[in-house]
């Protein structure tokens, strides 16, 4: 899963082209050109809306040798030195932090938080000049991550920026960012894109090519404006996964065991990391989805008969399914701090479905 995290945090580099944004876009591009350059920029918003591929798209313009002539979209040719470059983590004024490797887990895995060694492994980079362009930029993926330790010493950069060094945070949730380092930031929040933006991104997207348009329509539905959760689901087969999910809520309180034994035991192991990811998150959207539906009385459907399936559920009211929502949370959580089995952790939380499907 590590390998999978990492990769994730590394595609952007590569990504040329980004869909929606423009006000973003603009706004960064105006503060350029007149040079009211702000040192901390924070780039809020969903996961997999677009956030690094921004952050990535504005250090390309910042260290490009021509960066006053290029277009107020921040495009920088992907075929030139400078973007190939980045992409390859090899531009000596380019850093990215990221959560680290902890060499003492067996394999190495990625810590839970960006510790304050991760900032402070900035200071060699931070000391010396540019080599290139006369601008040193410095990417946080994701500035949320931090310690409580990295984001006062992340702070303290901000209050002290060496010149010439441009600070981009990408943040998930800025509310877990201590207000000082969120008022030393100019702040650049993020949209969710259109379905019509949307389908455009994915479509474009090899594994998307042969994806029939009712399912492409879902898919967008399910991703709710982020590219990366869209293309997530469809590299994971997701919609197969989300269908099942609905098969097993539309004969609640019935729990065929078999079944579920069967599902369960692919999330054991190494191999079934992945499956457990894809049908956790998209088992608690569900949740999430249903009380919504619920409490507003609308009709938040993905598929025709979920409407029938959220509507018999909710007959006696939300009060089970904010239970059975915040004990599922709390499972997942649990599994992953203290590395409970998978398999009786899903068991679990499907039985507590049925019980809440009952009272």
């Known amino acids: 899963m590590s390998d999978e995290i990492i990769a994730a945090i590394e595609a952007p580099r590569h990504t040329a082209t980004l869909t929606g944004h423009d006000t ?3 706004t960064f591009a105006s503060a350029w050109a007149g040079r009211r350059l702000a040192h901390g920029w924070l780039i809020s918003g969903p996961p997999g809306i677009g956030k690094a591929t921004l952050a990535w798209r504005i250090a390309r313009h910042a260290l490009s040798a021509r960066a006053d002539e290029q277009a107020a979209d921040l495009a920088v ?9 980045i992409a390859a983590g090899a531009h000596p004024d380019c850093r990215l932090v990221r959560r680290s490797l902890n060499p003492k887990s067996t394999p190495p895995r990625l810590r839970g938080e960006i510790t304050v060694d991760d900032i402070r492994a900035l200071s060699p980079f931070l000391r010396r000049t540019a080599v290139q362009a006369g601008w040193r930029v410095v990417l946080i993926d994701a500035a949320d991550e931090m310690n409580v330790s990295a984001a006062n010493a992340l702070l303290k950069l901000l209050e002290e920026p060496p010149p010439k060094v441009l600070l981009l945070l990408v943040c998930h949730a800025p509310s877990r960012l201590p207000p000082t380092i969120r008022s030393r930031c100019r702040s650049l929040p993020l949209r969710p894109l259109t379905n019509g933006q949307l389908c455009q991104t994915i479509t474009a997207h090899t594994s ?9 329509t879902i898919i967008a539905r399910l991703a709710e404006g982020s590219p990366g959760r869209a293309l997530a689901l469809i590299e994971r087969g997701g919609l197969a996964v989300y269908r099942d999910l609905l098969d097993i809520m ?14 369960a035991d692919g999330f054991v192991g190494a191999k079934g990391e992945v499956p457990y990811r894809t049908y956790t998150e998209l088992l608690q959207w569900w949740l999430t989805s249903l009380i919504r539906a619920g409490a507003r009385r609308t009709d938040a459907a993905i598929l025709p008969r979920e409407q029938e399936i959220r509507a018999r559920l909710l007959a006696h009211g939300l009060d089970p399914w904010l239970t059975v929502w915040e004990k599922t949370r709390t499972l997942f959580a649990r599994a992953d701090s203290v590395n409970l089995d998978r398999k009786q952790v899903v068991l679990n939380v499907f039985f507590a479905l049925a019980q809440a499907a009952r009272a």
């Open 24 to 26: 973003a876009v603009r």
């Open 250 to 263: 539309a004969a609640l309180p019935d729990l065929d065991i078999q079944r579920l034994m069967a599902l």
């Open 77 to 85: 040719d992907p075929q030139g030195a400078i973007f190939r470059q």
């Open 208 to 216: 998307a090519a042969d994806l029939a348009a009712e399912d492409l």
